[in-house]
């Protein structure tokens, strides 16, 4: 089982729908859970901290599940400018600086 | 300003060439990163500094060698290039190097190798 992992979609939805992300981690100790944003051709960016009661952020929402070993990410009102691939950050086991990268979930949103 | 700059933005070469992709951030960070993202994205740690000192050296070849003159600069040096080194290298810094920090990511070096 890869130590982070994404559906890599496309998920193509309409402008002002909602769409959810799963992401799911292999080892039980990880403890510290992000979502990056990349753009096309660009740098990944910090869209959100995962805490283990959920955090909102405008039209974001991210929860972890640790029972089920996911974190998930709700966008509501989707804009145009949402499109991007969403990248699931996980620490590593055993190393306290270390992250995995997923390999991202694709949205494009659709006018 | 730029927070995390990097140079080259686009560097394509000849297999077995040597080449250096540079580094810098003005964010005060004590921690530096070095990714590799492939053709299929998929985002790859390669190397760590924290305060000049090299704390994760991931299952990368000898022909790649990070170099951190200080804590604010983090060069990366590829010898004998070869087809398989294609791909978009970032370089990244956090506050203190702890997986809780957020990492902030230069724009991306372009590597194609001919």
């Known amino acids: 089982r890869k130590e982070v992992e994404q559906d890599p979609g496309p998920f193509n939805v309409p402008e002002g729908a909602t769409v959810a992300f799963n992401c799911t981690y292999s080892n039980s100790a990880s403890q510290s859970f992000f979502w990056y944003r990349q753009d096309c051709r660009k740098e990944p960016k910090l869209l959100m901290s995962v805490y283990s009661s959920g955090n909102e952020d405008g039209r974001f929402t991210a929860q972890l599940n640790r029972a089920s070993q996911y974190i998930s990410l709700l966008i509501r009102d989707s804009k145009l400018s949402d499109s991007a691939t969403y990248l699931c950050?996980?620490?590593?086991?055993?190393?306290?600086?270390?992250?995995?990268f997923g390999t991202g979930t694709k949205l494009q949103v659709i006018p | 300003d730029t927070a995390v700059s990097q140079t080259p933005k686009y560097l394509v070469t000849q297999m077995g060439n040597d080449k250096s992709i540079k580094c810098e951030q003005n964010?005060?960070?004590?921690?530096m990163y070095w990714y590799k993202q492939d053709s299929k994205k998929f985002l790859k740690i390669m190397f760590s500094?924290?305060?000049?000192?090299?704390?994760i050296n991931e299952t990368v070849p000898n022909r790649f060698s990070p170099k951190s003159p200080d804590k604010a600069h983090l060069n990366l040096h590829i010898n004998s290039l070869e087809l398989g080194d294609s791909a978009v290298y970032f370089c990244?810094?956090?506050?203190?190097?702890?997986?809780?920090?957020?990492?902030?990511f230069g724009p991306g070096t372009r590597l194609t190798v001919l």
């Open positions: 950050v996980v620490n590593a086991p055993g190393g306290y600086q270390k992250v995995t």
């Open positions: 500094y924290n305060n000049k000192e090299l704390i």
């Open positions: 964010l005060g960070h004590d921690t």
């Open positions: 990244a810094s956090s506050l203190g190097g702890a997986s809780t920090d957020t990492q902030y």
